[in-house]
């Protein structure tokens, strides 16, 4: 079982999703598989990110719903920004 580690961008990334619940429940879903497996299935596309990102991983948690986060120690994985395409990359 790994740790997760909110950041403070993350934080206010789920406040803005607050009341939203079906899209607080795939989160919770797919929080729960990366604190038991470190890992999501490939269902959810996970992948490494390049640029700002580099080093991150992402997953689609629903269409355009992603979830980034890093995982540089064995037993802690800090979750770095929850947000739709436009709202994480923006230009």
Not at 28 to 49: D, I, Q, W
Request: hydrophobic letters at 35%; charged letters at 30%.
């Amino acid at each position: 079982m790994r740790i997760l580690k909110y950041t403070t961008q993350f934080k206010k990334d789920l406040k803005r999703i607050q009341n939203k619940p079906k899209k607080i429940a795939a989160l919770e879903k797919a929080l729960y598989l990366l604190r038991e497996t470190g890992t999501v299935p490939p269902e959810y596309r996970p992948h490494f990110l390049k640029g700002n990102y580099r080093e991150c991983m992402e997953c689609h948690i629903q269409g355009d719903f992603l979830l980034i986060w890093i995982d540089k120690s064995d037993n802690v994985i800090k979750l770095i920004r929850l947000g739709s395409h436009s709202e994480l990359f923006k230009r």
